[in-house]
Structure formats: C-alpha cells, structure tokens
C-alpha cells in the first residue's frame, strides 16, 4: 500500500478494541454500580445518604474519579460511537433479521443513551460547581439539582414530574439493552463465545443479565417517586450534623441544599 | 427445500429491472413482459428479456446485460438482488418467486459493488480481499516436498464448509458495516493505474465475512497455517475483523450455509491471542 493512511486507519483494530472494552469497563461496570447504588434509595433516606457520603468521602477527589473514570471514558465510548454510526448503512427492511434489528437497536440505543446521560449529567450533577454558575444559571434553569449531603430529597424532587421520570425511565432502559446487548457483541469481538451454540447461550445469559438490571434501575425511580421530601430533608440534616460531630463526613456546606447551607455556614 | 409449484394461472408477468448503461451512469428502470413457461430461473427470464429487447410498453431497448457461469450455484457469478433480497440468480426459480400475491420479479444489481452494465457488477473488491488476507497455501517452490501433514478427520469437517465458499457477494451485500467503494477511471487513465488506485481505495476498506472466514480457513490448514501470525496481522490492519458490527447478516444471507459468524468470533478471539502475545511475548 502506497497510500498514506490516517490515524484512525493505522489505529483502527486498537481503536475499535479500547472502544468495546470502554463499553464495559469502564463505562458499563459504572453504570450497574450507579443503578445499584441509586437502588438503595427503596430501603430508605439513610441507606441511599450513607453511600453517598461514601462516595464523597474522597472529598476533592470526587471531581478527578469522575472525570477519570466516568465522564471521560464516557465522552471517548460515545464519540467514537457516532463515528462507527455513521460508517455504517443500516438495512432492517431488507433484511430483518433478529440480529440485525439488534444491530440497528445498538445504535439508536446508543443515541439515545447519550442524550440521556448528557441531560441527566446537567440536571443533577451540573459539570460545574462554581457559586458563581450555580446562581447565574443553573439554578434559574433547573441545572445542577442534585445536592451530595441532601440525596435522597434533591434526587427525589428532580425526579417528581412524572414527564421526568418517564424521560428517565427511556433513557435508563435503553442503556440498559445497550449495555446487555454489547456485552453479548463484545463477546463476538474478542472472541468469548465462537460457536453458534455458545453465541445463542451467551444470547440468553445477556438477555438475563439485563432483565436483572433494569428492574433494579427502574426500582430507584419508583423508590424517589415514594420519598417524603420534607421528611428526607429533616433526616439529612440530622446526618449531616451527627457526622460533623462524629468527625465521619467532611464539612462541605456546598454539598448541601441552600435552605441548610446558609445555616451550616453560620455555625 | 422444494415448494410447491407455482399453481399458474397466468400467462405472463412483469419483471422490472434496474438498469444501468456503464460505470458511473444514472441508473433507470424498465418493465418486461415476459411470457410464462414453468420450471423458469431467473436467467432463462433473462434470456427471453434479452432476445425480445423490447420493453412492456412495445419500445426496442437494448438487451439487459447479466452474468453467469455454472447454472448450478456454485460459481457465484449470476448474483443478485432479487426481489429486495441477495440471491444466485440460477438458483431463483420464478414459480417460487411469483409464490406470493405479487406477480412481479424486481430485479437490481448488488448495491455494495460498482456496476459494469445492468445486472453485471465488478466482484473485484472480494478477490482484492482474499489478497489482502494471504488467502491461500503458500508453496513457492518447485521442488517436491513429499506429502503434506495429515488433517484430522474433526478438523476435515470444520474447514470443509468454509471451503465452499463461491466468492458471490451475498454476505458483503448484506452486510451493514460494508459499504460501496467506487473508484471513477479518468480520462485516458492506464489499466496499470487504474487498478492500482482501486486497490488503494479497496485496501482500507472493510474485507467483509467472507474474507475473515477464508483466512480462518486457510489458518486451520497444516500448509496454510505456516502463515497464521501473518494473517492475524493482516486480518486486523485497516479495515479488518474490527470493522464487523456483530449484525450477523451474513451467516443469515450466505447461499452455501457458511458459518461466518463463527468464522468471525474465531477471527477475534485469534486476533486477541496474536496481540497479547505480540505485545507481551517474546515473538
Ligand atoms: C453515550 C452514548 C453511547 C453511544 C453513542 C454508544 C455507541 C455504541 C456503538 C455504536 C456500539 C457498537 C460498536 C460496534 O459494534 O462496532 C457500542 C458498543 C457498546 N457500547 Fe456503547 N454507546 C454509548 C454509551 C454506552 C453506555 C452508556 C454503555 C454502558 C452502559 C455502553 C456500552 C457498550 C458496550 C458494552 C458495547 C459493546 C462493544 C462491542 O461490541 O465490542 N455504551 N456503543
Ligand atoms: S461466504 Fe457465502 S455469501 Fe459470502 S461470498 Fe462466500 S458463498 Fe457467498
Ligand atoms: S456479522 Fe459482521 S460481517 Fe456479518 S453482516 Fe454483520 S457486521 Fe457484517
Ligand atoms: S451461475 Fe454460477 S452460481 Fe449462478
């Protein structure tokens, strides 16, 4: 060959590999903890606060673990995913075939899961934590709703509109069939499962694994729909102030909803 | 699978065909009407079509250029599209065709390769492939080598489907993630050029299931195998195993009942073992 290739052509099996295995790891194992972590929220405030403040107890660290491990991996699983979209002719009508209306599926559940995951990044988490940008315009927009140390109640209240949780109750089901249905494809990348035997087995085992995750994602709506904000709200702030006291969380009045905030502020 | 004949109660039907006049040319279409007689393939349609030259509305056109050679398919050269789908046409039988409610034959070349003229489509992109994946046994020499090593009788009846493979296209046609490549000759340009920015074209682009499969073939044959990390390499170069989509088209598609997406995840988890041990070996 004489023709000078582009990167993306010299590169292209270990860019289509990092981009299989970043579905799964870490983009994937991500997204099941997430939604099992999001689950907890049906045995009350507190199991649903505690993993939170897990979570947060990195404390500045949080910021460079999700970027490190989720949003970036994120970005790179998705660019590269509309690239590949695109270099593809999808064919159903021609040649609808199961395998085939999952390809096409993989796609538009892929779309549909960046939207999703960009909107609901925005609306709870808000990218940018800055005082200046939570007033300026997250706040007068409905951005950046979600407060670490007021989880359960800022969770809850941002998922009351039934529209919303609808929206969510989509975008999570169709990462869900993408996650489990890449998982099955991915097994055919790098070769897992080989015979037709195994591939329809395997088939099965993804299609199980997905069922599975998607009553436990679809569980965590139905829980926030169920929270008593008020109740939730009262029940953090008590935490919040016992784990001060107890030295178990970090002071972080940010990290806490503006009614409580100002207060803590003042102590 | 034999169905029941057509039960005929007509005397002719339709078939309308796209045509195109060369490389590059708009295509158009044009109706037939051909008289009925049983037992007809698509070919032997053709062959009326051909001799009559003239369309459904009385107008002299010219004869519909298609191509054939076995007439038992086994060659692959009469492909395809027939009614929607990738097909031999030898082995299309009108009385199946015209099974259902419509009484009409559809008839197109195969969309992913260039058209010559009308039916007839340049395969060359699949024998570039099996090029580019060292499809073959390698034997340069002239001297006798004695008898080559012994196949085992399981590993007899893994490559001998593979092995039937006719080059037809119907896998690459049906494929999603394989897409046309038509590379336009210039005025006055050389056949000697022309092939060579074909094949430059060609030679990033998706080699497509069969391919895949045929390497595989050729690395589970004691010869062939001498070769094996060779092709690996190859099969995950620019527009190798890599570019498969998993939407397994192909195995639906191919006439001969090849197991290509076998083939495939063979392919991949031989690429995986190649790499590993390329990064992290000695070899
Ligand atoms: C955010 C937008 C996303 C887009 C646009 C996208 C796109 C894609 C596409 C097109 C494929 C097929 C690649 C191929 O077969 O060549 C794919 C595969 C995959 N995706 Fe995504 N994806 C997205 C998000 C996700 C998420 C959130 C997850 C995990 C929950 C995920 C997990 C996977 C897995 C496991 C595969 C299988 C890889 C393979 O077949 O080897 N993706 N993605
Ligand atoms: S694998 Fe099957 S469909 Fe593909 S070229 Fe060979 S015979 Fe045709
Ligand atoms: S399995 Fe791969 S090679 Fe076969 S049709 Fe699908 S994308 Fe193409
Ligand atoms: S003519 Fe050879 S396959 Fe149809």
């Not at chain 1, 999808?90 to 199961?98: E, W």
């Not at chain 2, 094949?199 to 391919?211: L, V």
């Given at each position: 060959?004489?023709?000078?290739?582009?990167?993306?052509e010299r590169h292209e099996f270990m860019i289509r590999r990092l981009h299989s295995l970043?579905?799964?790891?870490?983009?994937?194992?991500?997204?099941?903890?997430?939604?099992?972590?999001?689950?907890?929220?049906?045995?009350?405030?507190?199991?649903?606060?505690?993993?939170?403040?897990?979570?947060?107890?990195?404390?500045?660290?949080?910021?460079?673990?999700?970027?490190?491990?989720?949003?970036?991996?994120?970005?790179?699983?998705?660019?590269?995913?509309?690239?590949?979209?695109?270099?593809?002719?999808?064919?159903?009508?021609?040649?609808?075939?199961?395998?085939?209306?999952?390809?096409?599926?993989?796609?538009?559940?892929?779309?549909?899961?960046?939207?999703?995951?960009?909107?609901?990044?925005?609306?709870?988490?808000?990218?940018?934590?800055?005082?200046?940008?939570?007033?300026?315009?997250?706040?007068?927009?409905?951005?950046?709703?979600?407060?670490?140390?007021?989880?359960?109640?800022?969770?809850?209240?941002?998922?009351?509109?039934?529209?919303?949780?609808?929206?969510?109750?989509?975008?999570?089901?169709?990462?869900?069939?993408?996650?489990?249905?890449?998982?099955?494809?991915?097994?055919?990348?790098?070769?897992?499962?080989?015979?037709?035997?195994?591939?329809?087995?395997?088939?099965?085992?993804?299609?199980?694994?997905?069922?599975?995750?998607?009553?436990?994602?679809?569980?965590?709506?139905?829980?926030?729909?169920?929270?008593?904000?008020?109740?939730?709200?009262?029940?953090?702030?008590?935490?919040?102030?016992?784990?001060?006291?107890?030295?178990?969380?970090?002071?972080?009045?940010?990290?806490?909803?503006?009614?409580?905030?100002?207060?803590?502020?003042?102590? | 699978?034999?169905?029941?004949?057509?039960?005929?109660?007509?005397?002719?039907?339709?078939?309308?065909?796209?045509?195109?006049?060369?490389?590059?040319?708009?295509?158009?279409?044009?109706?037939?009407?051909?008289?009925?007689?049983?037992?007809?393939?698509?070919?032997?349609?053709?062959?009326?079509?051909?001799?009559?030259?003239?369309?459904?509305?009385?107008?002299?056109?010219?004869?519909?250029?298609?191509?054939?050679?076995?007439?038992?398919?086994?060659?692959?050269?009469?492909?395809?599209?027939?009614?929607?789908?990738?097909?031999?046409?030898?082995?299309?039988?009108?009385?199946?065709?015209?099974?259902?409610?419509?009484?009409?034959?559809?008839?197109?070349?195969?969309?992913?390769?260039?058209?010559?003229?009308?039916?007839?489509?340049?395969?060359?992109?699949?024998?570039?492939?099996?090029?580019?994946?060292?499809?073959?046994?390698?034997?340069?020499?002239?001297?006798?080598?004695?008898?080559?090593?012994?196949?085992?009788?399981?590993?007899?009846?893994?490559?001998?489907?593979?092995?039937?493979?006719?080059?037809?296209?119907?896998?690459?046609?049906?494929?999603?993630?394989?897409?046309?490549?038509?590379?336009?000759?210039?005025?006055?340009?050389?056949?000697?050029?022309?092939?060579?920015?074909?094949?430059?074209?060609?030679?990033?682009?998706?080699?497509?299931?069969?391919?895949?499969?045929?390497?595989?073939?050729?690395?589970?044959?004691?010869?062939?195998?001498?070769?094996?990390?060779?092709?690996?390499?190859?099969?995950?170069?620019?527009?190798?195993?890599?570019?498969?989509?998993?939407?397994?088209?192909?195995?639906?598609?191919?006439?001969?009942?090849?197991?290509?997406?076998?083939?495939?995840?063979?392919?991949?988890?031989?690429?995986?073992?190649?790499?590993?041990?390329?990064?992290?070996?000695?070899?």
């Amino acid at each position: 060959m004489t023709q000078e290739m582009s990167f993306f052509e010299r590169h292209e099996f270990m860019i289509r590999r990092l981009h299989s295995l970043s579905g799964l790891i870490p983009v994937g194992a991500f997204m099941v903890v997430h939604l099992m972590a999001n689950a907890s929220i049906n045995n009350g405030t507190e199991s649903y606060q505690k993993i939170v403040y897990q979570i947060h107890s990195l404390g500045p660290a949080v910021l460079v673990v999700e970027w490190l491990f989720i949003f970036l991996p994120i970005i790179f699983h998705a660019l590269l995913g509309f690239v590949f979209i695109f270099q593809g002719r999808s064919n159903v009508s021609k040649y609808p075939y199961q395998a085939n209306y999952r390809y096409v599926a993989q796609r538009v559940t892929g779309m549909i899961a960046f939207f999703f995951i960009l909107w609901h990044v925005l609306q709870m988490n808000g990218v940018i934590h800055a005082d200046w940008f939570r007033e300026t315009i997250a706040d007068p927009i409905g951005l950046a709703q979600f407060r670490p140390y007021n989880a359960a109640s800022t969770a809850a209240k941002a998922l009351q509109n039934p529209i919303v949780s609808g929206l969510y109750a989509i975008g999570i089901l169709a990462c869900v069939f993408h996650f489990a249905n890449g998982l099955w494809t991915m097994g055919i990348t790098w070769g897992v499962w080989v015979s037709p035997k195994a591939q329809k087995m395997a088939s099965h085992i993804c299609l199980g694994v997905g069922a599975i995750i998607a009553v436990i994602g679809l569980s965590a709506l139905v829980g926030f729909y169920k929270v008593d904000i008020d109740k939730a709200e009262a029940r953090e702030l008590e935490m919040y102030e016992q784990g001060i006291k107890s030295g178990t969380i970090l002071a972080d009045p940010h990290k806490l909803i503006d009614s409580q905030r100002a207060d803590q502020e003042n102590h | 699978m034999i169905k029941d004949a057509y039960d005929q109660t007509i005397s002719s039907f339709t078939v309308r065909i796209e045509r195109q006049d060369g490389p590059g040319s708009p295509s158009y279409w044009e109706t037939f009407d051909v008289t009925y007689e049983s037992d007809m393939n698509v070919i032997s349609v053709l062959q009326r079509i051909a001799a009559m030259s003239e369309t459904a509305t009385g107008e002299k056109t010219t004869p519909v250029a298609w191509s054939c050679g076995c007439l038992e398919e086994v060659c692959g050269s009469c492909t395809m599209v027939i009614n929607g789908k990738v097909r031999q046409s030898c082995s299309a039988l009108v009385d199946n065709l015209l099974d259902g409610t419509d009484q009409e034959l559809v008839l197109q070349p195969m969309s992913k390769f260039p058209v010559v003229r009308d039916l007839v489509v340049d395969r060359q992109r699949i024998f570039r492939s099996l090029q580019r994946v060292e499809a073959w046994v390698p034997v340069d020499t002239y001297y006798d080598m004695g008898p080559g090593p012994k196949v085992s009788r399981a590993q007899q009846e893994i490559n001998y489907p593979l092995s039937e493979c006719m080059s037809c296209g119907c896998c690459m046609e049906a494929c999603p993630q394989y897409t046309k490549v038509e590379v336009v000759r210039a005025d006055g340009e050389s056949d000697a050029d022309y092939d060579k920015r074909v094949n430059e074209a060609y030679d990033t682009q998706f080699i497509g299931p069969q391919a895949i499969s045929q390497a595989m073939l050729f690395n589970s044959h004691p010869t062939g195998a001498q070769i094996a990390e060779e092709r690996l390499e190859l099969l995950s170069g620019p527009g190798g195993v890599q570019v498969c989509g998993n939407a397994q088209n192909c195995v639906t598609v191919c006439p001969k009942e090849i197991p290509l997406t076998t083939s495939i995840a063979r392919a991949g988890r031989a690429v995986t073992v190649h790499k590993f041990k390329k990064w992290f070996g000695k070899s």
